[in-house]
């Protein structure tokens, strides 16, 4: 029986492996992670699920594969229960480490979270240790409770990183997630060989054959793992640039149309505008409503309005987004200002007098037809100007029409608001009285008198 210590005799190739290992399985568990933060409900779990299971048996590869790179433990036999158990506790600590974070996203989530991950993290070191066969362990407790706390602070890291840095609530550079893997990498490393260094053994005699795996054996498993991380690498790696694409292509769109584009939450939360809506509301809200009363969640679904934005006029209208557990809407917002100021000009110039700006014979007469229809009482009262021919060939063009503004002057002082002067010829006008405000009598020596003022 021989006392043997892992302080020396290294594979440096099989070392150098295990840490590329280790760094690779915290930058897809980075990548996974920022998938679970954004995720739908409907495809979070999966998210979850794959991020735990590739950190876990990230970790879980890397620790075997520094195992085989100890030269002393090159004619070792492992328990298979134990490397079994061993990556079982390293991927669901690390999957429920995920789903305790994305499901609380507060900071007792976090330290619960993170403790659980890296505590399972340590379980399947030390697992994975016992595991050995024909020799029995001892560990300083000083080390070990290193290595614990170096799992701990680990989880919090990548927990850190993939739920609550800034870089988890925006676009990554793929050199920073980088970064932040060689960072990660170094830590589960340095977890992994500061508990060999507290480790002793002595080589005894075994008599178990069974459920045994040899080294060979357990090369080729943890090499297919391996492969497998490896290929997740490169498929996330592949994954995140189409996404990156397909959402500049959509962020350009978006960003490069005249319309001012919105999507809010069932309460009315703006989730995502463009910079043309900000161009036509410069203050900012987290709730649609408060750019305007009309922009409530309840808007029936497809309502086109038309609201005012000091001098703008916007069209607004809105669509629901349906379909993949999504629970949104999509709000359009389009400068109808010259439209509409043009098609007001042309309803204007059809239905008032070019030169008094009075109401013409078609708008009174829409407009007699509407209090008829509501059943107000009306009257009218016609002024006809005699002798208009002689007038004009008298005053010429100029004359006649200062005359006109003269008269439609006077006799619009005479009439209360209410009430209506048109122009229903070159010489004739005619006014409206509503509501019986006032009689023709009265109205008629209002009129008088204010012709007989003199200016």
Same mark, same amino acid.
């Not at 439209?339 to 013409?360: C, G, K, V, W, Y």
């Given at each position: 029986?021989?006392? +043997?210590?892992?302080?020396?005799?290294?594979?440096?190739? *099989?070392?150098?492996?295990?840490?590329?290992?280790?760094?690779?399985?915290?930058?897809?568990?980075?990548?996974?992670?920022?998938?679970?933060?954004?995720?739908?409900?409907? @495809?979070?779990?999966? &998210?979850?699920?794959?991020?735990?299971?590739?950190?876990?048996?990230?970790?879980?590869?890397? +620790?075997? /594969?520094?195992?085989?790179?100890?030269?002393?433990?090159?004619?070792?036999?492992?328990?298979?229960?134990?490397?079994?158990?061993?990556?079982?506790?390293?991927?669901?600590?690390?999957?429920?480490?995920?789903?305790?974070?994305?499901?609380?996203?507060?900071?007792?989530?976090?330290?619960?979270?993170?403790?659980?991950?890296?505590?399972? !993290?340590?379980?399947?070191?030390?697992?994975?240790?016992?595991?050995?066969?024909?020799? =029995?362990?001892?560990?300083?407790?000083?080390? %070990?409770?290193?290595?614990?706390?170096?799992?701990?602070?680990? @989880? &919090?890291?990548?927990? &850190?990183?993939?739920?609550?840095?800034?870089?988890?609530?925006?676009?990554?550079?793929? #050199?920073?997630?980088?970064?932040?893997?060689? /960072?990660?990498?170094?830590?589960?490393?340095?977890?992994?060989?500061?508990?060999?260094?507290?480790?002793?053994?002595?080589?005894?005699?075994?008599?178990?054959?069974?459920?045994?795996? $040899?080294?060979?054996?357990?090369?080729?498993?943890?090499?297919?793992?391996?492969?497998?991380?490896? *290929?997740?690498?490169?498929?996330?790696?592949?994954?995140? *640039?189409?996404?990156?694409?397909?959402?500049?292509?959509?962020?350009?769109?978006? $960003?490069?149309?005249?319309?001012?584009?919105?999507? =809010?939450?069932?309460?009315?939360?703006?989730?995502?505008?463009?910079?043309?809506?900000?161009?036509?509301?410069?203050?900012?809200?987290?709730?649609?409503?408060?750019?305007?009363?009309?922009?409530?969640?309840?808007?029936?679904?497809?309502?086109?309005? !038309?609201?005012?934005?000091?001098?703008?006029?916007?069209? /607004?209208?809105?669509?629901?987004?349906?379909? $993949?557990?999504?629970?949104?809407?999509?709000?359009?917002?389009?400068? %109808?200002?010259?439209?509409?100021?043009?098609?007001?000009?042309?309803?204007?110039?059809?239905?008032?007098?070019?030169?008094?700006?009075?109401?013409?014979?078609?708008? /009174?007469?829409?407009?007699?037809?509407? #209090?008829?229809?509501?059943?107000?009482?009306?009257?009218?009262?016609?002024?006809?100007?005699?002798? &208009?021919?002689?007038?004009?060939?008298?005053?010429? +063009?100029?004359?006649?029409?200062?005359?006109?503004?003269?008269? @439609?002057?006077?006799?619009?002082?005479?009439?209360?608001?209410?009430?209506?002067?048109?122009?229903?010829?070159?010489?004739?006008?005619?006014?409206?009285?509503?509501?019986?405000?006032?009689?023709?009598?009265?109205?008629?020596?209002?009129?008088?008198?204010?012709?007989? =003022?003199?200016?």
């Amino acid at each position: 029986m021989s006392n +043997h210590s892992m302080h020396s005799h290294t594979d440096f190739l *099989l070392i150098t492996l295990s840490y590329l290992i280790a760094a690779t399985s915290a930058y897809i568990a980075i990548e996974l992670a920022r998938r679970v933060n954004r995720a739908a409900p409907r @495809s979070k779990h999966l &998210w979850l699920i794959a991020g735990g299971s590739v950190l876990g048996l990230g970790i879980w590869s890397m +620790h075997f /594969v520094a195992m085989l790179g100890h030269k002393t433990l090159n004619e070792a036999t492992y328990s298979f229960p134990l490397v079994f158990l061993s990556a079982v506790i390293a991927v669901v600590g690390c999957i429920l480490g995920f789903y305790i974070v994305s499901r609380g996203m507060s900071r007792q989530s976090f330290l619960v979270g993170g403790f659980l991950m890296g505590s399972a !993290i340590a379980g399947m070191h030390y697992v994975g240790m016992y595991a050995l066969q024909g020799m =029995t362990l001892q560990f300083h407790a000083g080390y %070990v409770l290193t290595s614990i706390l170096i799992a701990i602070f680990a @989880s &919090w890291t990548a927990l &850190w990183i993939g739920f609550f840095s800034s870089y988890a609530k925006q676009d990554m550079l793929v #050199q920073t997630k980088v970064f932040f893997a060689f /960072v990660m990498g170094v830590a589960i490393f340095g977890m992994h060989h500061v508990g060999m260094m507290g480790l002793e053994f002595q080589t005894v005699a075994s008599f178990e054959t069974n459920r045994v795996i $040899e080294p060979t054996l357990l090369v080729t498993l943890v090499s297919t793992v391996t492969l497998f991380l490896f *290929l997740a690498f490169f498929a996330s790696v592949l994954l995140d *640039l189409q996404l990156r694409k397909r959402d500049l292509i959509q962020a350009t769109i978006l $960003e490069s149309t005249e319309d001012g584009v919105v999507t =809010t939450n069932r309460e009315g939360q703006l989730q995502y505008a463009n910079s043309r809506f900000h161009a036509f509301f410069p203050i900012s809200n987290t709730s649609l409503a408060a750019y305007h009363p009309n922009l409530r969640p309840d808007v029936p679904e497809h309502t086109k309005q !038309i609201i005012h934005v000091e001098d703008q006029i916007l069209e /607004v209208v809105n669509h629901p987004l349906q379909g $993949e557990k999504l629970d949104q809407t999509l709000w359009f917002f389009r400068d %109808v200002t010259d439209q509409t100021t043009s098609l007001q000009l042309i309803e204007h110039l059809a239905f008032h007098d070019r030169l008094t700006d009075l109401p013409n014979r078609d708008k /009174v007469g829409l407009y007699i037809n509407e #209090q008829i229809k509501r059943q107000i009482p009306i009257s009218c009262l016609y002024i006809s100007i005699d002798r &208009w021919q002689f007038l004009s060939d008298m005053l010429g +063009h100029a004359g006649v029409n200062h005359l006109l503004l003269q008269i @439609s002057d006077r006799l619009q002082k005479t009439i209360h608001p209410q009430d209506v002067l048109a122009r229903i010829e070159s010489s004739e006008f005619l006014i409206v009285l509503s509501d019986e405000r006032s009689s023709l009598a009265t109205q008629g020596r209002k009129m008088l008198h204010g012709f007989s =003022t003199t200016v």
